[in-house]
């Protein structure tokens, strides 16, 4: 786990620039735990409709939108490093069984 300026542990965080999820982070000794999931409600509740970009090789986080909810719409490649990237939506993260 890491600290943040103020010397607190810092278990996730996320950024948006309006509809979209900038970054996402939730500590690996923490997965499982609802502490993702809790993170995105929290987003959710700020914006109705999000979407996301992933790598398509990172497993982990591709399962995690997939499981909330979040659906592909598109693909591009990423220009720095020539890897795939995925575009996802969240428009009804209710209807996703938690």
């Keep these: 786990m890491s600290s943040n300026s103020l010397g607190r542990t810092q278990?996730?965080?996320?950024?948006?620039?309006?509809?979209?999820?900038?970054?996402?982070f939730a500590d690996p000794e923490m997965r499982g735990q609802g502490v993702g999931r809790s993170r995105m409600d929290h987003a959710v509740q700020l914006r109705d409709t999000l979407d996301v970009e992933v790598f398509e090789?990172?497993?982990?986080?591709?399962?995690?939108?997939d499981r909330y909810g979040f659906i592909p719409v598109g693909q591009s490649c990423h220009d720095e490093t020539e890897q795939t990237?995925?575009?996802?939506?969240?428009?009804e993260p209710d209807a996703v069984a938690q």
Excluded: H, K, N, P
């Excluded at 278990?11 to 996402?24: A, P, W």
């Excluded at 990237?85 to 428009?91: K, N």
């Design 57 to 65: 090789q990172t497993a982990i986080a591709r399962r995690f939108y």
């Design 11 to 24: 278990i996730s965080f996320y950024s948006r620039l309006g509809q979209t999820v900038d970054g996402f």
């Design 85 to 91: 990237l995925i575009q996802m939506e969240c428009i």
